[in-house]
DNA sequence: ACGCTTTTGACAGGCTCTGACACGACCTGC
DNA sequence: GCAGGTCGTGTCAGAGCCTGTCAAAAGCGT
């Protein structure tokens, strides 16, 4: 039942709000729901899984952002949209994303597993750099390249966490206006790898 | 004892890759040096410890590092040597770090934890470059500034632990080449937060 | 109503981590 | 020499997370 694991996820968040989230045992939320421990192992293998249950079809979206790129415009930008398309979402449905990250924010183990969400996200940029360059996903451009892009995001994620009227979006474009010098190094007919520092950027 | 402690360490180290992390047991662990679980969890806090002694010295030499920034180079230069100490460091006893960094890598609750490293590191990197510059530590430039920094060594490390025949320090300065250009955001005297990027494009 | 599948509950067990208490070794000052 | 402190360690107990297994119950098509 998707209804039970809405209230399930609704009554963990209150309960982690209101007694943290260690001193929280999964029996009191499934009590709350009226289910058993047991049950709830079932719908989240993990006390933390709830409150990543989003996260995971958040990525499915950006994939396909990047899937429907035709190659038409620069890679940079694709990621920029891509990228302001997840920060959207992030900030989306505030009242309760906003309870849910003051939740992880201040528990190390679920900061960690938030970060590592991140992660999966830069290897699914990279892969896409590497796509578009024709080089390899794990090569260095489109690793690096992938990796500032999801700290752009994580940057204005964190920015917004702390300053609620910070508009995320608009976090994730300066970012991405700061990093654009690179994009040079990121042109498809470009020297690339080619570390030499004067390598003219306004081609 | 110091003893005990680097014999716990070793012998994790072993037992975790024979049998993976989540197979080993803190009981093992513990009789394999001779001592009772008890006291593995005075030595460490929670199992995975173990694995993250080092890490903190590592930090605090960066801190040390940027602390001895006279201010006479750019920022970037200053933060790419930090960067390149870390890898070094991270390289350096490669025997051991290899293995740790082999059961890290494929435990996902590791590498999380591993992350959350790295952002600590963020942090400080951030924190100097605001120094250098004059503002805020959450402040957009320096947080993003960090964040890539940072992010230049993961990847860097990333691609090390993939194939060890990579130099971690070159990659690292590879990195650095390659971020260089968003230099000019970050020097003392620019209007730095200025998006106009002379980058015809965007949005 | 009959089976089939899905959902749920109850019980059992293993593991991690913490707290309380005891024992011995090793100082230290009287 | 000896009382008292501390430090490292062991033992025991307990809470909590997670998993496996089995059985009951609730949908659901026929």
């Given at each position: ?132 360059l024709?080089r390899g996903?794990?090569d260095r451009v489109p690793?690096l ?39 040079a190094a990121t042109?498809?007919?470009s020297p690339m790898a080619a570390p030499a520092?004067?390598s003219?950027?306004?081609?």
């Open positions: 039942m998707q209804a039970a694991r809405d209230a399930l996820v609704e009554a963990a968040l209150e309960l982690f709000l209101e007694h943290g989230f260690d001193a929280t045992s999964v029996e009191q939320i499934a009590d709350r729901v009226g289910v058993s421990a047991r049950t709830f192992h079932r719908y989240f293998p993990a006390k933390d899984d709830v409150l990543f249950v989003d996260a995971a079809e958040r990525h499915e979206h950006a994939a396909a952002l990047l899937a429907a790129d035709d190659g038409s415009r620069p890679v940079l930008d694709v990621l920029c949209e891509a990228a302001a398309d997840l920060a959207a979402r992030l900030g989306g449905d505030a009242r309760r994303q906003a309870r849910r990250q003051r939740v992880i924010e201040d528990n190390a183990r679920l900061r960690a597993r938030s970060l590592r969400a991140t992660e999966e996200l830069a290897d699914l940029f990279a892969a896409h750099v590497a796509r578009r024709g996903p794990a690793r390249v992938g990796t500032w892009a999801v700290g752009t995001i994580r940057v204005a994620h964190r920015r917004w966490l702390a300053d609620p009227d910070v508009d995320m979006v608009a976090e994730v474009r300066a970012g991405f206006e700061l990093l654009a010098d690179v994009e042109a498809e007919d520092a004067g003219g950027r306004a081609e």
